[in-house]
C-alpha cells in the first residue's frame, strides 16, 4: 500500500543549530514533493517545491533534498529560532493525481 | 486577495442535526480537497474533487457527502453528525489537476463539535 512517514512526530531542538526533517515514502512515484508548515489551529502554508530532477533546492533558510532512490526528501532549516517552531508537512502526488500529506513532525527550537 | 473562505470557523451541534460547511475559492482553481485533522492522526483527506461534476472518496468518506456543481464552491455535508465527527476541518484548493505541481491553499479551518 502507499504509505508516507515523517521521521518522528516530534522533535526539539536548541536555537541556532540545523534542524533536520525527514519524510520517506513507499509505493508512490511523485514527479515532485512539496513542504508544508502548520501552526496549531491553522491550515498548512506552502513553503518549498522540489521536482524529481531536483537534488536540492534552497530558500532563505530553508534547504530541500529529494531521492528518488531512496524514496526520502529531508528538509532542513538552518539557523533556527523559536519562530520556527511548529508542524511541518510533507506532500505528493499519488497515483490518482491525488494531493496526500504525511502526518506532520512537530518541531520546538528551544532558546 | 487570493484565498480560500471556509465557513462557520467553529460549530457546535447535536447528534443527528444535518449540517453544511461552506468553501469557496477565488482563485479559478480546479482541484478542491477536504481534510479532518485529529490529534495525533495528522490530516486525513475526506474527499475530493478535480473539477466540476468530479468527486471521488480520500481516506475517511464515511458519513460525509460533497458536491461539486460549480468550481468555486465544494461544500461539505454531515447528513446526521455523530460525536466521532468532532474535529478540525480544512477545505484547500489548488490550480490543476494532473500534474498537481503547485500549492496546495488552504482556509483558515472549521472546529466542529457535535454533542
Known amino acids: 500500500s502507499q504509505k508516507i512517514e515523517q521521521n518522528s512526530e516530534a522533535l526539539n531542538i536548541q536555537e541556532g543549530k540545523t534542524a533536520t526533517l525527514t519524510c520517506n515514502y513507499t509505493n508512490y512515484s511523485p514527479a515532485y514533493l512539496q513542504w508544508y508548515r502548520q501552526d496549531p489551529g491553522r491550515g498548512p502554508v506552502f513553503l518549498l517545491l522540489?521536482?524529481?530532477?531536483?537534488k536540492e533546492k534552497r530558500k532563505e533558510r530553508l534547504k530541500v533534498t529529494f531521492d528518488t532512490t531512496l524514496k526520502q526528501s529531508l528538509f532542513h532549516i538552518t539557523a533556527s529560532q523559536p519562530a520556527d517552531s511548529a508542524t511541518y508537512l510533507c506532500a505528493l502526488e499519488d497515483y490518482g493525481q491525488n494531493f496526500v500529506f504525511g502526518p506532520g513532525t512537530r518541531l520546538s527550537v528551544l532558546p | 486577495e487570493a484565498q480560500v473562505t471556509q465557513n462557520p470557523r467553529y460549530l457546535i451541534t447535536v447528534t443527528g442535526k444535518k449540517l453544511t460547511v461552506t468553501c469557496s475559492q477565488n482563485m479559478n482553481h480546479e482541484y478542491m480537497s477536504w481534510y479532518r485533522q485529529d490529534p495525533g492522526l495528522g490530516l486525513r483527506q475526506i474527499y475530493y474533487?478535480?473539477?466540476?461534476?468530479?468527486?471521488d472518496k480520500g481516506d475517511v468518506p464515511e458519513g460525509y457527502k460533497v458536491s461539486r456543481k460549480e468550481k468555486r464552491n465544494f461544500p461539505l455535508i454531515l447528513e446526521s453528525p455523530s460525536p466521532n465527527q468532532t474535529s478540525l476541518y480544512f477545505c484547500a484548493s489548488s490550480p490543476r489537476t494532473g500534474a498537481l505541481n503547485t500549492e496546495a491553499f488552504f482556509g483558515q479551518g472549521t472546529r466542529l463539535t457535535v454533542v
Open positions: 522540489i521536482r524529481e530532477n531536483e
Open positions: 474533487s478535480m473539477n466540476v461534476e468530479v468527486t
